[in-house]
């Protein structure tokens, strides 16, 4: 079975500051990684994936993440972060390929404050 | 192409009543997922369909239950509610032919009294 751990549930940070989510996941079967975004009152949109190659992926609105597998980890970057980046942000992880056991599975958030 | 669909967005019902959610995935997706989204707990998993079987499930209480049509179209049902169950439901919408990303539709909020 996978887990996510998504090691801050706030983050508050200045506006064009950078700022980095971390994610860490624990799996026994090589994954495929997300990161998603929740605006209030909305569903989630999909960032950025990790499927396979590149370990660093870029996604919309400037954001990219870089797969590091000898630690397990799937970090969300930003180097400069605007006003309307206020979301709530999931990291998820499924296993790749073709599995009967292929739900994904989401960390509980990161909370992304951006202050004036 | 469209979204996924979910309807209600919004509902209100009376502890003990039950419920009953639908989700429109996008057109050709054959996967169905169903979350409930809570401030405590976050994203937990309640199950998954994927050509009218369910593939998945996670760890709910008999009350919550789903089934997918022909069409792909799904609904969750919830019987005997609680006010625990007061949540965001969200479907997703994944192709199911790999296991690639899923995409959500608004939500539905269920608030019970």
């Known amino acids: 079975a996978q887990s996510v751990t998504q090691l801050d549930s706030q983050v508050p940070v200045f506006e064009e500051a950078p700022v980095e989510l971390r994610c860490n996941y624990s799996?026994?079967?090589?994954?495929?990684l997300f990161w998603y975004v929740q605006y209030p009152n909305q569903g989630l949109q999909l960032l950025l994936k990790y499927l396979s190659g590149s370990t660093l992926v870029k996604g919309i609105n400037g954001f990219e993440a870089e797969f590091n597998k000898s630690q397990t980890s799937f970090h969300l970057r930003k180097p400069s972060v605007h006003i309307s980046d206020t979301a709530e942000y999931f990291c998820a992880v499924t296993p790749a390929g073709m599995n009967r056991d292929d739900k994904i599975i989401f960390g509980k958030g990161t909370r992304l404050h951006i202050l004036p | 192409k469209a979204g996924v669909t979910q309807t209600p967005r919004y509902l209100i019902k009376t502890r003990g009543q039950q419920v009953t959610l639908s989700c429109s995935p996008i057109s050709g997706h054959r996967s169905v997922s169903w979350y409930q989204q809570t401030p405590g707990q976050g994203l937990q998993f309640l199950f998954e369909y994927f050509s009218e079987t369910q593939r998945n499930k996670g760890n709910f209480p008999g009350r919550f239950s789903g089934r997918q049509f022909s069409n792909s179209r799904s609904e969750m049902n919830v019987s005997t509610l609680e006010l625990g169950d007061s949540a965001l439901y969200l479907c997703a919408s994944r192709s199911g032919n790999l296991n690639t990303e899923a995409f959500f539709g608004q939500g539905t909020r269920l608030t019970v009294v």
């Open positions: 799996s026994s079967v090589s994954v495929y």
